[in-house]
């Protein structure tokens, strides 16, 4: 005789909680909830997507000075020497990296430009803050959606620099090396 098999405790676990997570998204339901095709993934991977909408929605919305408690104040460029700068720049990136934030494309800034945009770019912006362990907010430094030029000369691969210029029918920078490589902290896309 053949019995049926028995769901295990986890997998009524799994189920439950999926129905507590379509209910707490029902009142912000748009079109992402849709696309989740349960048949494509566990009930686990699927209760960790729809968790992850949850706390997007449910995030705060605040200055990245005030992810830190006390918030995060830098004194200004301009009162700082290029060696206490320095120091404070990378203190402060590590600070930021410990929020879950990772600065991207800064080896073509000195230390001072990339203070200086740490001061008046990435503290003040109003960002969702989502504490998820492997969610990272990437800072663009080399602001590739506003000014490619700094992205193809300095971080674009050939087949990228190609695909760029075919697609955009645009010039072309000649390729360069970063003149201020550095080691800051990374994290997956």
Known sequence: ???????????????????????????????????????????????????????????????????????????????????????????????????????????????RELYCLIYRDILPAHEKQIRRQNNFLHWDCANTDGDPDTWLRYYASEPERQAWAAETEGYLPQVEDPPHERELPRAPL
């Open 1 to 111: 005789m053949i019995f049926p098999e028995t769901p295990k405790s986890s997998d009524v676990d799994d189920l439950l909680r999926n129905a507590q997570l379509r209910d707490a998204l029902e009142p912000l339901y748009d079109e992402s909830i849709g696309r989740v095709n349960a048949e494509l993934m566990s009930t686990s991977s699927e209760n960790d997507f729809l968790q992850s909408m949850l706390e997007w929605e449910r995030a705060p919305i605040l200055p990245i000075s005030e992810w830190f408690h006390p918030e995060l104040r830098l004194p200004t460029p301009d009162s700082l020497d290029d060696a206490c700068l320095q120091e404070l720049l990378y203190q402060t990136v590590e600070r930021l990296y410990d929020m879950h934030i990772v600065l991207d494309f800064t080896d073509h800034l000195s230390d």
